[in-house]
Structure formats: C-alpha cells, structure tokens
T-cell receptor
Framework: GESVGLHLPTLSVQEGDNSIINCAYSNSASDYFIWYKQESGKGPQFIIDIRSNMDKRQGQRVTVLLNKTVKHLSLQIAATQPGDSAVYFCAENDFTGGGNKLTFGTGTQLKVEL | KAGVTQTPRYLIKTRGQQVTLSCSPISGHRSVSWYQQTPGQGLQFLFEYFSETQRNKGNFPGRFSGRQFSNSRSEMNVSTLELGDSALYLC?????????????FGEGSWLTVV
C-alpha cells in the first residue's frame, strides 16, 4: 500500500516560555524511559531518562514526569531557547531478552518563535 | 571521547543490490543496536548485539542482517534492496543492557535506493 508520512504534532512556543511535550506509551512492562532530541539531518541526542520506580527526574532546564497509572510521559523544558527547536521523541525500553530494544513514539516537532 | 561513528554517511544503491553499513560504538560500549528511520514508519528497531551475540531482533525480513565483532564494532547488511529500504539507518551503543545504561546514537547512514 501507499506509504503515508507520519503526522508529527507540532508545538510552537515563544522564546523564554516553558514547553511541555507529552507522550503515551503502550507497554506496561517497560522499565526505562528516555527522551531524545533530533535536529534535522542528525541522529537522536539523549536528553534525560527515568526509571519506572520514579515519577519525576530533573536535569538542566529539563524535567521528565512519569505517570505509570495512565502510561504517560512528559518532558518539560524551562525557558525554551531557539536551539531547542527540534523533533523530540520519547522511547521505552522493556529490556526484552536482557538487552536494549527501544520503542519510539512518533515524535513532536518543537518550534521556538523569537 | 569519540561518539558513535557510522560509515558511510550517504550512499545510493540500485534495487536488487546489497549494502553494508558500519558502526563503531563508543569506546567500552558492548551493546550495539540498529534502527531504521523513515517518514512513514518513524524509528523502528532492527536488532541488538552484545558480545557478538544477537540478543534482540525487530520485525524486519531476513534481508536485514547484522553482526558484531570482538572489538564491539558492528555491521548491518541489507540484501536485495527494495525502494522501501530507503531510510536513515541509525546505530546506537551503550555499556550493556539495563536501566541507567544510556543509549547513544550516531549520526546515521542515509541510504537511497533507486
């Protein structure tokens, strides 16, 4: 059949505002969650991770929240900057077979307006 | 410390040909995994290797194969190329499996099949 491009949700924010990017995951057995940032033409860049036994973790200007009850993950970026413009992916790892096997969300395009 | 290195960065192949992509993980990392990224399907897991053994495999046809060498470097091969194999192929490495082992991605190899 015809291949249709994934429709990436877009979040537009003003420079200096806070951004919140949401993600729903599907596998209750997933134990580890990661947020990646991907700029055009580049590979995904690690931002922050969280284990399933936590509900919040903070990094530099970023916070990840995990709600296992509703299988929801969010990434908060404080004081969003133009350099934050990119596609953001959440990923879950259930460590199938003891190894790494990431399942990615479809991604969210973050656009920072000056 | 050098990141994950992938070669070649760009390549064009003809339908029916085969291709080999190479990945050098971060020094000391023993887990290497491969992902395919397309506009239509997003980021999809291909396979993961650890200490020269395939631990996990995604839902791709047998035309997609890989291997890992004793120095942890990895290659993936796609035989009998189809137009739909055009994609960004990403390699990722981590120290091992398990939560807390950050997974780092390379810049990818852009494959175009004509």
């Amino acid at each position: 059949g015809e291949s249709v491009g994934l429709h990436l949700p877009t979040l537009s924010v003003q420079e200096g505002d806070n951004s919140i990017i949401n993600c729903a995951y599907s596998n209750s057995a997933s134990d580890y969650f990661i947020w990646y940032k991907q700029e055009s033409g580049k590979g995904p860049q690690f931002i922050i991770d969280i284990r399933s036994n936590m509900d919040k973790r903070q990094g530099q200007r970023v916070t990840v929240l995990l709600n296992k009850t509703v299988k929801h993950l969010s990434l908060q970026i404080a004081a969003t900057q133009p350099g934050d413009s990119a596609v953001y992916f959440c990923a879950e790892n259930d460590f199938t077979g003891g190894g790494n096997k990431l399942t990615f969300g479809t991604g969210t395009q973050l656009k920072v307006e000056l | 410390k050098a990141g994950v290195t992938q070669t070649p960065r760009y390549l064009i192949k003809t339908r029916g040909q085969q291709v080999t992509l190479s990945c050098s993980p971060i020094s000391g990392h023993r887990s290497v995994s491969w992902y395919q990224q397309t506009p239509g399907q997003g980021l999809q897991f291909l396979f993961e290797y650890f200490s020269e053994t395939q631990r996990n495999k995604g839902n791709f046809p047998g035309r997609f194969s890989g291997r890992q060498f004793s120095n942890s470097r990895s290659e993936m091969n796609v035989s009998t190329l189809e137009l739909g194999d055009s994609a960004l192929y990403l390699c990722a490495s981590s120290l091992a499996g398990g939560a807390g082992n950050t997974i780092y991605f390379g810049e990818g190899s852009w494959l175009t099949v004509v």
